[in-house]
């Protein structure tokens, strides 16, 4: 499933890189002014670092859902009409971003909300002054739970924000499956937060180029990915749809993704 996840993704990307890559310029731009303001602003608590963490968290709660919604409602949507075939255009990521965008916020802030708990408490536990020397071991012990909670919410993530975009389903659900689905695919869900933290390191390591021209649209592209695969799973799991038309979904699937290193190099002839 991760491998099936993988595929689409980058065949999705390929066939609207140049779309992307303008998308992705324009969520980028006010996420890095942003962040660049913010680590001027947070150096100013650099002598108080539990203070620094929670004016951080403050800023993640509040920036984050408002700017991750337009970001996941709109390129989410796009990937969705994309992936079933339809020419997708940039009119699909502004009418996601008016049809989605305040569920997405709702849910981003829920989430950003969690995240930020999880953080200050694995602070909590990482400062050597809170427990006395005899209870290293708990200490430890808890912030390792820590750390895998939030590998755990990040990861459930990407499932909800696509629930969130190609669902009607109340936000509060959506909340609830999140964590079940990464619970029942916990393989699909960690490869591909893996992937993007692979990503998101390679973006970084290209004096930020990587942030303006590809990674915001690529996460948001293997949300929808993610979303797809684990449809299939699901419908295979319950049955509920009779065997022709899966069979016949599944040779739609083949075709378009079943692709080799010849239609990279030309795709004219696919």
């Avoid at 303001?37 to 108080?48: M, N, T």
Wanted: charged share 15%.
């Amino acid at each position: 499933m991760l491998t099936q996840t993988l595929k689409q993704w980058m065949w999705d990307c390929y066939d609207c890189l140049w779309r992307l890559v303008a998308a992705n310029m324009l969520i980028a731009v006010p996420f890095l002014v942003l962040f660049f303001v913010s680590r001027d602003l947070l150096e100013s608590f650099s002598d108080a670092p539990g203070l620094m963490l929670l004016v951080w968290c403050a800023i993640f709660v509040t920036m984050f859902p408002a700017l991750g919604a337009p970001w996941f409602a709109g390129i989410v949507h796009f990937a969705a009409q994309n992936s079933v075939g339809e020419e997708a255009t940039f009119r699909d990521m502004l009418t996601g971003v008016k049809q989605f965008g305040w569920r997405v916020w709702r849910y981003l802030f829920a989430m950003s909300a969690l995240l930020s708990v999880l953080a200050v408490n694995a602070w909590f536990y990482l400062s050597e002054s809170v427990f006395p020397e005899g209870l290293a071991m708990l200490r430890f012990a808890l912030l390792f739970l820590c750390v895998w909670l939030l590998a755990f919410v990040a990861g459930a993530m990407l499932h909800g924000l696509a629930f969130c975009v190609r669902s009607e389903l109340p936000v509060r659900r959506i909340l609830r499956m999140s964590f079940t689905l990464a619970v029942a695919l916990p393989r699909m869900t960690f490869g591909a937060l893996v992937f993007l933290v692979g990503l998101w390191i390679v973006s970084g390591s290209c004096q930020f180029a990587g942030y303006l021209l590809f990674a915001f649209a690529g996460t948001a592209m293997m949300v929808n990915s993610l979303h797809d695969v684990t449809l299939v799973w699901e419908e295979h799991l319950r049955g509920t749809t009779d065997k022709e038309t899966l069979a016949a979904r599944e040779e739609t699937r083949r075709l378009r993704y079943d692709r080799g290193w010849r239609d990279i190099l030309r795709p004219w002839e696919v």
